[in-house]
């Protein structure tokens, strides 16, 4: 005799039937050749649990939810509590309110700080070919005292945290993550969604997602990163001595930023200004225009114009490299900028708005290049493209 074969189906995200309905954690079972009908799910229960908190400052707050959204706030005056707000659905009011009553906030205490989750049996129910389960959903506010440590995470839900905090990590799988002033390490990630971050300081900053736009402002670390996959990068007001900007298919955008920067993407435009200090930044297709003092700097472009504008202060400590391979290359620098100068394209014309002092060989009509120094000399620069217009040129 076969056993008869079980079909398990987890709903995620919301159903629709005769209606639309938002139903979180509904598990069905179907037994052989069986079939099922869910009907009209549209009877709602809600329910606000207002729970007082037992954390302190300096403690770590770890909040767990596999449906809903998570918001939390440092509140000056020390109170510490929680909001929570649950709903279930059903396909009659008593089914609804039964599985409302199933779930509670949970709360455990641990040495170093607290646990919040939802405790959901569910309800399960007989259907024609099978047996339901119908779990609750609910969406956390929470007031803690400053200066905490927060750990949120969500499979389904947005994530938002207003600090002064000490430090913080935020996963959503899907949802937007936005957090704001922290003071010690944080890590924001989502899987499909935007992340926004702003006012933070420590030793390690990372902020990105698969599916979304990455926004950072006000931040500072030795070490910060913001990626996204699939959408753009952008970055206000940024400062570390190793910073990464990366974008596989979106822009890359940056203002007012120190330190040493990595800036890529894989395809889409990068664009920077109000920079001061080392900077690498590619794009394999789009254009790169970069704006400020530079004391190492190499802006490629696999497919787009390359523009690069020098303000008073630039430096070659390290040699300068900027190229495309099709499209226009442009330096623009102080009258005073100095370096061993070496411009060429292949297939386009060279315009030189400075005087060079060039030897013997430097002058190469035919290829299209040259090789000289400007103002005195100093560090290597080399400007070219392998099919454009190079351009050379004082700032107006």
Partial sequence: MKKPLVVVVVVLCSLLFLSLVAIAGCVVS???????????MSEKATRQDVLPLEI????????TLPHGDVDVESAADGAATITANITAWGRTQEEADKSLAAAHVLLEKAADGLSISLSDEGVGTEIPGGRMKISAQANFRIRVPEKMVIELHTDSGDLSARGPFAGARLHSSYGKVRVSEVDGDLTADSSSGDVDVAGVKGKRIVAKTDYGDVRLSRAEAPDVEARSSSGDVRAEDLRGAHLTLKSSYGDVEVGKCAGALDARTDSGSVRISGFDGKLVAHSSYGDVKLDGVFLELTADSSSGEVEVRAQPGSKTEGSWSISSSYGDVTLIAPKDFGCD???KTNYGDLELGFA???EAGGLKKKENSVHGVMNGGGGSVTVKTSSGDVRIKPIP
């Fill in 30 to 40: 179907i037994g052989n050749g069986g079939h099922f009908s869910l009907g009209d």
């Fill in 56 to 63: 302190a400052a300096g403690q770590t707050l770890r909040v």
């Fill in 341 to 343: 100068l070496t411009a």
């Fill in 356 to 358: 060079l002092t060039v």
